[in-house]
């Protein structure tokens, strides 16, 4: 079965899956190539046929890569059009082909794609991979250093390393993030020993300091672990905030049971005002 032969235009390597067994793998590698921007999706003889329902429903809405995959007969038709092509494996090959790892691999295909090449990624079967003349139509092998124990992936797997060394290939810095933590000013100094100040009070006022002899010591231990953060200002009032939270009230004296400066020895408002109740009756 022959696929229509539009060239699609070259905006990353093409994957190229060999006799794929289920339409569940065939959907998890769409998924992870259309995470890290890849789209064009080729497929050797896939067992079960295609088109696939449970190619798309494994897909996650990946579905602008399903619509598009190509099937082919043979392994040479799915790379005639490739100018570059990569074969996947995890077992050493007889042969003589440069082989590299994902991170120089992604390196490599982002250059040959800026200058204007055609790439493939070629993975083989679930269960075993590729054969040896298959490896052969590749110009290079990439391997993952996996543990030589355990050393089978899932193509979906693969695919997604891969697809992820494309994509942080192409990033200006390869340890940038879609996404960073809030800028936050740092506390100053001033804030910084206000808070210890407010916090040792509250401690003092509650005996946490016992025996006396030892309260330098645990003082400074308290400021140890304090300033190891490295608060920034808004951290500070947070932390502010839950100290007059405990300092002000107590299970015995929950919010919003009278005033938190009433003598903390006095019956809770609540259960004064019950008792008034009770004695008018």
Known sequence: MQASNDILPATGPAIILVEPQLGENIGMVARAMANFGLAELRLVNPRDGWP???????????????DAARVFDDLASAVADLNFLFA???????????????????RALRERQR?????????????????????????????????????????????????????????????????????????????????????????????????????????DNLR????????????????????????RFSPAMPRGDGSPGDDPRRLPAAAARARKVTDKE
């Open 52 to 66: 696939s329902e449970k190619a798309r429903a494994a897909a996650s809405r990946a579905d602008h890569v399903i």
């Open 88 to 106: 996947t494996t995890a077992r050493a090959r007889d042969n003589f082909k440069p082989v590299r790892g994902p991170v120089e691999a992604g």
């Open 115 to 219: 200058s204007g090449q055609r790439t493939g990624i070629l993975f083989g079967r679930e269960r075993f991979g590729l054969y040896n003349d298959e490896v052969g139509l590749a110009d290079e092998i990439v391997t993952f250093p996996v543990d030589p124990a355990f050393s089978s992936l899932n193509i979906a797997q693969a695919a997604l390393l891969m697809s992820y060394e494309w994509m942080k290939s192409g990033l200006e810095d390869e340890t940038e993030t879609n996404f960073s933590s809030p800028d936050m000013m740092p506390a100053t100094k001033e804030q910084l020993h206000g808070l210890f100040a407010y916090l040792e009070g509250a401690l003092e006022a509650r005996g946490y300091f016992r025996p006396a002899p030892k309260k330098p010591k645990m003082v």
């Open 224 to 247: 140890a672990v304090l300033t190891r953060a490295g608060f920034a200002e808004p951290e500070l009032k947070v932390l502010r905030g839950i100290i007059s939270s405990l300092d």
